[in-house]
């Protein structure tokens, strides 16, 4: 379906996308899955044959513990959801399905190799890390197994080891971290454009933490912004997780910026800064990344955070005819909502999988299921997934693509009276950008 800024009502786009069913588009989770009866053949991979009406393992690598345990339990409940919605409609291949968990903690090398070689080790079908390593460091591992193999951990570097080894089986299920700035000078330019926001000053006060992926982001966002005549009054790098932001917020105030950009994905750190920052705001428009995607941001920020931008390239949608009943889903079997991305994600990808493993007809030929996924366009609760090239990545919209049809929306949230509202990109925002009481 081709895209037109102009002409696209909200209402028509999502409404064919939760009608389409052919031309290899295939409509995630809310639209059901492939399913069918157990082959007669044999699969020589694992040796375990495909006509066995054994459980169907497969691999949930997690961060059940550690700074990001509250994202790990969301993630491992968008795999427990997709995996119970699957069993229930009759499993893969007429096979229920088991998931394993590994704990990834921090994702240091170590941990990562670890857990990637217990999976191999057990023969698992299919493996779930959302986030892996900066090194790539246990991507040969399951390379050399050809295991289908699913990561959001939105770092270039991850693809780059991908296409340059020539891997045909690890996809990452989200556009890059190089996506992140860039977007958000797009919605900066087009806030200034509609006369929506005027900047104090063409000045930007930016924050990260020293972790290469939000260090990646807030390089990108300062040397985009440059070009257009902004300067940056700070850069200022910490070590995750810091609560005490007095020294911080001393500089910014002492030199008030156009906009605090603060690139992170811990909800605590991001949280207890948007309370310190609140006590004695400058008149800044304030962004803070991924993190208060996370439910625990808006538990430990409260009415602090109302007014903050956000973004992720990778995010659940709202009032979308697919998401929707995944969201009402996920709430009544946890007694909570989703939050904004991982959970989201993670029932899509294990949901893709399964169409792909059922439309093999044997969840073990590997080869097969890493080339239907390769070669599919699959529309789930956070968007559409397509991996066009050898980096089997996504590609967000509109920041990519023009083609909502064809790319991952980048989505834009801001928090107002307590609630997420997706004020970008159109079709799919639900709400418009508001002044933050204090500007």
């Known amino acids: 379906m081709a895209a037109n800024s102009s002409g696209v009502t909200r209402k028509a786009f999502l409404r064919g996308l939760g009608a389409a069913g052919a031309g290899g588009l295939i409509v995630g989770a809310a639209g059901g899955y492939a399913g069918g009866a157990a082959s007669s053949s044999s699969s020589g991979s694992s040796g375990k044959s495909s006509g066995s009406k054994a459980p169907i393992v497969i691999g949930s690598g997690v961060p059940v513990t550690g700074l990001y345990a509250g994202d790990g339990q969301m993630m491992q409940r968008g795999q427990r959801l997709a995996i119970d919605e699957i069993n229930a409609a009759g499993g893969v291949l007429g096979r229920q399905l088991q998931m394993s968990v590994l704990d990834t903690q921090t994702q240091q090398p170590d941990v990562m190799k670890s857990v990637f070689q217990k999976f191999v080790s057990d023969g698992v079908a299919a493996i779930f890390a959302p986030f892996c390593t900066y090194s790539s460091v246990e991507f040969p591992v399951v390379a050399q197994a050809g295991i289908p193999t699913f990561h959001v951990n939105t770092w270039?570097?991850?693809?780059?080891?991908?296409?340059q080894h020539g891997i045909t089986n690890i996809f990452q299920g989200d556009p890059s971290e190089t996506w992140y700035g860039p977007g958000f000078v797009v919605l900066v330019e087009e806030l200034i454009k509609t006369k929506k926001w005027k900047p104090s000053s063409k000045t930007m006060a930016i924050v990260t933490s020293n972790d290469p992926y939000s260090l990646n982001i807030a390089k990108t966002?300062?040397?985009?912004?440059?070009?257009?005549?902004?300067k940056a009054t700070m850069f200022q790098q910490f070590t995750a997780p810091q609560a005490d932001w007095s020294a911080v917020l001393v500089n910014i105030r002492n030199n008030p910026p156009g906009i605090v950009f603060f690139s992170d994905y811990a909800a605590s750190d991001e949280a207890a800064f948007i309370k310190q920052f609140r006590q004695s705001p400058t008149k800044s428009l304030v962004y803070q990344q991924y993190a208060p995607s996370i439910p625990q941001y808006l538990q430990?920020?409260?009415?602090?955070?109302?007014?903050?931008?956000?973004?992720?390239?990778?995010?659940?949608?709202?009032?979308?005819?697919?998401?929707?009943?995944?969201?009402a889903a996920f709430t009544k079997q946890f007694g909570t909502g989703p939050g904004f991305s991982n959970a989201g994600d993670q029932y899509d990808l294990v949901h893709m999988w399964a169409n792909a493993a059922a439309e093999a007809g044997d969840p073990y030929d590997f080869k097969s299921i890493n080339e239907i996924i390769k070669n599919t366009v699959y529309r789930g609760v956070c968007g559409t997934y397509r991996f066009p090239d050898d980096y089997l990545t996504c590609y967000p919209y509109p920041d990519y693509t023009k083609d909502?049809?064809?790319?991952?929306?980048?989505?834009?949230?801001?928090?107002?009276?307590?609630?997420?509202v997706l004020v970008s990109p159109d079709p799919y925002s639900t709400g418009s950008f508001q002044l933050p009481s204090w500007l």
């Open 221 to 230: 966002f300062n040397t985009e912004m440059t070009k257009l005549g902004w």
């Open 300 to 327: 430990l920020a409260g009415s602090a955070a109302d007014g903050v931008l956000w973004s992720t390239v990778v995010g659940i949608l709202q009032n979308d005819p697919i998401a929707d009943p995944f969201q």
């Open 404 to 420: 909502p049809s064809l790319g991952m929306p980048h989505l834009t949230f801001q928090i107002q009276n307590g609630k997420q």
């Open 156 to 163: 270039h570097g991850n693809v780059d080891f991908v296409k």
